[in-house]
């Protein structure tokens, strides 16, 4: 799915970059470990496709994810319920289509933290 050396990088709702990846074994060594044990969903919608040439589209989606964390890991938060775009470009090699470059760019990002009992 990914080119050899794809740039990835996603950001929080005021464009801080919160993570950034040029390795395909990086950035999915970062996400599992991220997402172990939790329960997840991600949706992306509505592509805006745009032939740039021959070989190379951009790709623009709509996103909402939502994350719920195991209750006794105490280093994320209870959940997470984010929205934003993906921004990503896509190039034709070997007959086969690949993304060179993806960005997620979040509009909102609610994080609720773990309750804590005393």
């Not at 105490?74 to 934003?84: I, L």
């Amino acid at each position: 799915m990914f080119s050899t050396e794809p740039e990835a990088r996603f950001m929080d709702p005021e464009g801080s970059t919160v993570a950034a990846f040029n390795s395909v074994g990086d950035f999915v060594a970062a996400t599992a470990r991220y997402l172990e044990g939790a329960r997840t969903i991600h949706q992306v919608h509505n592509a805006e496709l745009e032939r740039v040439s021959a070989h190379q589209v951009t790709a623009i989606w709509s996103m909402e994810d939502y994350l719920v964390f195991p209750e006794d890991d105490e280093t994320r938060p209870a959940s997470m319920h984010g929205y934003g775009h993906y921004h990503e470009t896509w190039e034709l090699a070997d007959g086969q289509w690949r993304i060179a470059k993806l960005a997620l760019r979040r509009t909102i990002l609610e994080i609720k933290p773990k309750e804590r009992v005393q």
